[in-house]
């Protein structure tokens, strides 16, 4: 039970609940019921019941698979709580990683780590600042781009040589799109947002002067800053901590009966919270990474001299709907005179024009993007880039 404080809950947690229950009311039942039959009765009854409910628990999860989280989708055996998981992850980075401040969200350098699903198994080689990037040594007169983002920019679902970040640089340099060789930093760490990506730009600018910032955003990112918060959640003492989660999540974390009561019938969403919630805090998020890119990166790329475009990220779920769920994200900003990419727009015309499905570019099960989907993400930037001719 100490787990489910970190947001950590799987269907042993499940067992060990229903058995406490069960325990304790057969304990009750022995004190309350002098009647050595009724009790005997009573006690089969409540027996029963139990195991009925664990037999409906186990059905759902593993014959029915409803209401899986993302984790439990991908095989993996627990869930993690959006608002809760920090406190595990505060503890590994600081007692096992070793890692000093908390607020920047980095990998272990000089590692290699596995990534497996149900669908795909890639290993990621960081260097010595934890980036998936082969080395970060700018050769003289290169025209620098460091891509920030979450797994999508790190490349979660494809090999170290297939992020988009190095499939963009190879088609800049493919078509000599500057005059001067591009060199691409790939920045993106899994399980990152705008504002861990903020902290984590700042770090590097001490080490790597870009010429052109790239901040990939997706819809994952907005509803991060819902369940996470903003700057707030970065501690005085470098501990983060996110939002407060509704307190019925601890029974939804482990009981699939529960999260079928919650969704079926009090209609609550994914983020755990009710559909006019989820509105609210949807667009509360998007003002936040609005004021986030004017008010924070902009002065930060003055001071540094290097130039910003914010590239909207399509999802999956996006494309095959043909509904953009970025689209009001992407009018704010581009009144602001900040360089705006939408993909959502070139993914859904090449899907149409060549008769492909929007499941060609990611993994099913997963939703990243695969290898096809990354390629085809450098290829509309390098587009888009050398269309902006933001180099002379």
């Known amino acids: 039970m100490i787990m489910l404080y970190f947001g950590v809950a799987?269907?042993?947690?499940?067992?060990l609940f229903y058995s406490t229950l069960m325990y304790v009311c057969v304990k009750a039942l022995n004190s309350y019921i002098n009647n050595k039959v009724k009790q005997s009765n009573y006690i089969l009854l409540c027996i029963t019941f139990f195991s009925i409910l664990l037999l409906g628990e186990f059905s759902l999860k593993y014959i029915f698979k409803m209401n899986l989280s993302y984790s439990e989708a991908n095989g993996g055996f627990f869930y993690f709580s959006p608002y809760k998981q920090i406190r595990l992850e505060n503890l590994k980075r600081k007692y096992i990683l070793k890692q000093d401040n908390l607020h920047l969200k980095i990998n272990k350098p000089d590692c290699r780590q596995r990534f497996e699903t149900s669908e795909f198994t890639y290993y990621h080689t960081y260097n010595h600042l934890g980036l998936r990037t082969s080395d970060t040594v700018i050769p003289p007169q290169a025209f620098c781009i460091i891509g920030l983002g979450d797994s999508f920019t790190e490349g979660v679902g494809v090999p170290d040589d297939s992020t988009w970040c190095v499939l963009l640089e190879n088609e800049l340099n493919k078509y000599n799109c500057f005059e001067n060789p591009a060199r691409v930093i790939n920045a993106g760490v899994y399980g990152s947002d705008p504002f861990y990506d903020f902290i984590r730009l700042k770090y590097l600018l001490k080490k790597i002067k870009p010429d052109l910032l790239i901040l990939s955003i997706n819809t994952s990112d907005i509803v991060d800053v819902m369940t996470r918060g903003g700057f707030e959640r970065f501690q005085k003492n470098s501990d983060v901590v996110?939002?407060?989660?509704?307190?019925?999540?601890?029974?939804?974390?482990?009981?699939?009966?529960?999260?079928?009561?919650?969704?079926?019938?009090?209609?609550?969403?994914?983020?755990?919270?009710?559909?006019?919630?989820?509105?609210?805090?949807?667009?509360?998020?998007?003002?936040?990474?609005?004021?986030?890119?004017l008010n924070y990166y902009n002065p930060l790329s003055l001071q540094y001299e290097f130039e910003i475009m914010v590239v909207f990220q399509p999802m999956l779920l996006d494309l095959e709907q043909n509904t953009n769920h970025l689209q009001k994200l992407y009018n704010k900003i581009s009144k602001k005179e900040i360089d705006v990419i939408d993909l959502h727009a070139p993914f859904y015309e090449h899907i149409i024009q060549n008769g492909d499905k929007a499941s060609s570019f990611f993994w099913s099960g997963d939703k990243h993007l695969n290898s096809s989907g990354t390629l085809m993400t450098a290829k509309f930037l390098s587009k888009e880039i050398a269309n902006m001719n933001l180099v002379q």
């Open 242 to 293: 996110y939002k407060s989660s509704p307190w019925w999540e601890f029974f939804y974390s482990f009981s699939f009966i529960g999260r079928s009561i919650a969704h079926g019938v009090f209609n609550i969403q994914n983020t755990l919270m009710t559909p006019e919630q989820e509105k609210v805090q949807t667009e509360l998020a998007e003002n936040m990474i609005i004021k986030l890119i």
């Open 10 to 15: 799987s269907i042993i947690t499940c067992i």
